[in-house]
């Protein structure tokens, strides 16, 4: 039956949607831009009916967000869940993935990041700050010594954020924005990795504290305190300047907000 749709979608167009072979199918050029512009025009159709439906004082339809796997993992989902039970109607993708995206390139609604905000095309709304720590095992300190000045830190083996850039932690000191430069012994993509990397005993990391608290109250790390904080971050949730937010979305940010709590919980102690 699906064969023989697309076989009429073909001679109505009049040209060929998949290349098929004996031994595969495939996806033409043709096919391709044809399917992109069929899935903006399902998408506008499911979001034409979710404004009919919040018009109604209902909040329902589709909602695509992106957010970073470990904060996605820990926090995000067991604040999303009892939102969508409060609100059935209405059908979230979540997609977990710590490379930046790109929400309208993408097709994100919206999308939840930590750090600093610095894309200009994005309205951003904070939804909680983020307190970030260094440390290490205590069996790396204990072999390689606990630095207590930024000095001291720059001769220490560090694991880094790739997505971050370079092999170097930002602190605050007097206002201003200090570059601390480490030794590279192992760069990561993800925040789990690197605290599991840390507690390992490979060097000392950088982390939020809604990665690493956990590990700090059981004991398997502990905090490097060189007299300086960390820069100042924050979890925000952003939608592309130009596109009006949807009331589900204003919605969801209030809600995040209410779990989160100020501070957030993860930074309580």
């Known amino acids: 039956m699906v064969s023989e749709r697309i076989v009429e979608l073909e001679k109505e167009l009049g040209t060929s949607l998949l290349q098929r072979t004996t031994r595969k199918i495939s996806v033409t050029e043709d096919g391709h831009e044809f399917l992109r ?48 039970a409060r609100h059935p109607e209405i059908q979230i993708t979540l997609d977990l993935n710590d490379r930046r995206v790109d929400p309208s390139a993408d097709g994100f609604d919206a999308i939840v990041r930590h750090g600093v905000i610095e894309d200009r095309y994005l309205v951003a709304w904070t939804l909680a700050t983020s307190k970030r720590v ?5 069996e790396y300190l ?24 370079g092999a170097d932690w930002r602190f605050m000191q007097q206002g201003q924005t200090l570059i601390v430069h480490g030794q590279s012994g192992l760069v990561l993509n993800n925040g ?3 605290r599991d990397a840390a507690v390992a005993g490979l060097g000392i990391t950088l982390l939020p504290q809604f ?13 490097v305190d060189i007299g300086i904080e960390a820069e100042q971050e924050s979890i925000y949730i952003a939608h592309p300047d130009g596109q009006h937010p949807s009331a589900k979305l204003r919605a969801l940010a209030d809600w995040l907000r209410e779990a ?7 930074d309580a102690d």
């Open 211 to 223: 990665i690493v608290g956990d590990a700090l109250k059981a004991g398997s790390l502990a905090r």
């Open 260 to 266: 989160f709590g100020s501070p957030p919980y993860w």
């Open 192 to 194: 789990d990795m690197m």
């Open 142 to 165: 204990a072999r390689n010594g606990k630095p207590t000045t930024p000095a001291e830190l720059e001769g220490h083996r560090g694991i880094f954020y790739s997505n971050r850039g």
């Open 134 to 138: 260094l440390v290490a095992s205590p």
């Open 37 to 84: 512009r069929a899935i903006r025009i399902v998408r506008e159709v499911e979001e034409a009916s979710a404004v009919m439906s919040e018009r109604r004082g209902m909040l329902a339809g589709p909602l695509r967000i992106s957010a970073p796997v470990t904060f996605g993992r820990m926090h995000l989902g067991p604040a999303l869940y009892p939102f969508l």
